[in-house]
Structure formats: C-alpha cells, structure tokens
C-alpha cells in the first residue's frame, strides 16, 4: 500500500521558520517526481515545489513564485522522504500543505498520483 504521511506544521508567527516533512513507504520514490502543494480555505490547491528525477544523481527543483527565496525543498532518496524548509513566513502562507507524487514533476494536481493527508501550517500576524 502507498502511503504519503506530512509531519512538521504549526503555529509560527510571521517572519518565523518551519520544517516540514513527508515520509514515503510503498513505492520506489526515487524514480519519481515527489511535490509540495497547499490549500488554503475556500481556494484551490496550488503549486509550491517540485524535485523532479533527472538521474540517479542529478535532481531538478523547481518553486512557485510565490516561495521562491523563500521556502526550500530537498529529497533523501535512500529514506524516502521529502523536506520543505519554509523560512521568512507571511499570513498567505498559512494552507494544508500537501506532499505528492507523480510520474514527471508537472505543477498541476492532476498528474500526482498518490497523496498524504496534508499538514496545517497557521503563520500569525
């Protein structure tokens, strides 16, 4: 069974840091694209970073404008698992943020196969 779980969410207040991350089982993640996403209430799930495989030793990562700068994600392929590192948080931050996994790395929901259960992120101002 494939399984996504997100750990790492919180209340932080603007301006603060927060680690999240996502444990993988069930799959042979390293030969897929693995991704962040966040919904805020009331809106649609948006894009916030991907590491795409490039090779067994070369990754592409790529981020939303809206984090980039910002937020930093990274990938322990022998663990299976994916971090985001979100410094310099604003209030628009605040969303369920999602992992996920697809085939090719596209930043739209509907290429990711397999999702977590998402993680709240709540940044105060």
């Known amino acids: 069974q494939v399984r996504l779980v997100e750990s790492g969410g919180g209340l932080v207040q603007a301006g603060g840091s927060l680690r999240l991350s996502c444990a993988a089982s069930?799959?042979?993640?390293?030969?897929?694209?693995m991704a962040w996403f966040r919904q805020a209430p009331g809106k649609e799930r948006e894009f916030v970073a991907v590491?795409?495989?490039?090779?067994?030793?070369?990754?592409?990562?790529s981020y939303a404008d809206s984090v980039k700068g910002r937020f930093t994600i990274s990938r322990d392929n022998a663990k299976n698992t994916m971090n985001l590192q979100m410094n310099s948080l604003k209030p628009e931050d605040t969303a369920v943020y999602y992992c996920?996994?697809?085939?090719?790395?596209?930043?739209?929901?509907?290429?990711?196969?397999?999702w977590g259960q998402g993680t709240q992120v709540t940044v105060s101002s």
């Open positions: 996920a996994s697809g085939g090719y790395g596209a930043r739209i929901v509907r290429e990711y196969d397999y």
């Open positions: 069930g799959r042979t993640f390293s030969r897929y694209a």
């Open positions: 590491v795409r495989v490039v090779s067994s030793s070369d990754d592409s990562v």
